[in-house]
Nanobody, 124 residues
């Protein structure tokens, strides 16, 4: 059974940091392009980042470039999203997903699998 489980969200003040984890089971993360997207109430889904299976190359949305970093730990079969310099507009439910390869190439963010999401709230 393919499963993705996000964790690491919470309440943080502006300028703070969080690291989100995406633990996979039923497949190997290094065989897929794994990414992150978020959705805030009343807002459209926003693709954030993707890491390719072939070479580990990464892509980021302009809104998070320079602040967020995606990484992969093959031994733990886990993908991470390090989020620094958080802003109130980063408040959303964050999801990891597979396969984000199309988005990496500049197309719409699509996915076949995703988790339950983890809430990130940035507020004073």
């Amino acid at each position: 059974q393919v499963q993705l489980v996000e964790s690491g969200g919470g309440l943080v003040r502006p300028g703070g940091s969080l690291r989100l984890s995406c633990a996979a089971s039923g497949f190997t993360v290094s065989d897929y392009a794994i990414g992150w997207f978020r959705q805030a109430p009343g807002k459209e889904r926003e693709g954030l980042s993707c890491i390719r299976s072939s070479d580990g190359g990464t892509r980021y949305a302009d809104s998070v470039k320079g602040r967020f970093t995606i990484s992969r730990d093959n031994a733990k079969n886990t993908v991470y999203l390090q989020m620094n310099s958080l802003k109130p507009e980063d408040t959303a439910v964050y999801y990891c997903s597979a396969d984000c390869s199309s988005w990496y190439e500049g197309y719409a963010y699509e996915y076949d699998y995703w988790g339950q999401g983890t809430q990130v709230t940035v507020s004073s």
